[in-house]
């Protein structure tokens, strides 16, 4: 089983839709949650990181379930300039750091 | 935010011969840089954790001898890809931290796409 899981993709939606991104992860003690963003043949970028209590940052909210080992990443009211893939990534516990990837999920944004 | 430089974006050798690529941190000290790989439409996968002033730490599976990873500063990470081969061909990208703690954001350099011809 991969380390992080995430939906296959790709996600086609009209502007303005609502899109939710799912991730899984099997290390229960993973330690930091992030959401990246990655552009076509470019390096990821930090979109947010996923908090216990949840966290939102403008048209974007993300979720943590510890107990499913579960991280969602929802955009509302989705632009043309959010086409990109979303990466789930989380740090291992005991590590330096280490950011593992899940495989990304890919979104377009049609308008 | 803090930079991350890679170089070269773009190399293409021959097989059998060795790839050194950079990675700086311009404007903090990174005592950590990670180094990734990623094939076309795969996940970005850790190939190992550099350090500054010591060995580093390869993900089960990588190559060490093949993949030489030097930290010789706070700025600088450098990995060679030795002999390679066509199927060493991928987009090699490094990462480091800026701050102490593993909480902080890491930042990429802009990737290194590798064809070996």
């Known amino acids: 089983r991969k380390e992080v899981e995430q939906d296959p993709g790709p996600f086609n939606v009209p502007e303005g839709a609502t899109v939710a991104f799912n991730c899984t992860y099997s290390?229960?003690?993973?330690?930091?949650f992030f959401w990246y963003r990655q552009d076509c043949r470019k390096e990821p970028k930090l979109l947010m990181s996923v908090y216990s209590s949840g966290n939102e940052d403008g048209r974007f909210t993300a979720q943590l379930n510890r107990a499913s080992q579960y991280i969602s990443l929802l955009i509302r009211d989705s632009k043309l300039s959010d086409s990109a893939t979303y990466l789930c990534v989380v740090t291992r516990r005991g590590s330096q750091g280490n950011l593992i990837f899940g495989k990304g999920t890919k979104l377009s944004v049609k308008p | 935010g803090a930079v991350v430089s890679q170089h070269p974006s773009r190399v293409i050798c021959k097989s059998g011969t060795s790839v050194k690529i950079e990675c700086r941190s311009l404007?903090?000290?990174?005592?950590?840089m990670f180094w990734y790989r990623q094939f076309p439409k795969q996940s970005l996968m850790l190939m190992a954790t550099s350090n500054e002033g010591s060995k580093a730490t390869y993900e089960q599976g990588v190559e060490k001898d093949k993949f030489l990873i030097n930290h010789a500063s706070l700025t600088l990470s450098t990995l060679t890809v030795t002999s390679a081969h066509p199927e060493d061909s991928s987009f090699y990208i490094c990462s480091a931290r800026e701050g102490p703690t593993k909480y902080t954001e890491a930042f990429f350099g802009q990737g290194t796409r590798l064809t070996v011809v």
């Open positions: 404007d903090f000290q990174a005592t950590t």
């Open positions: 290390n229960s003690a993973s330690q930091s």
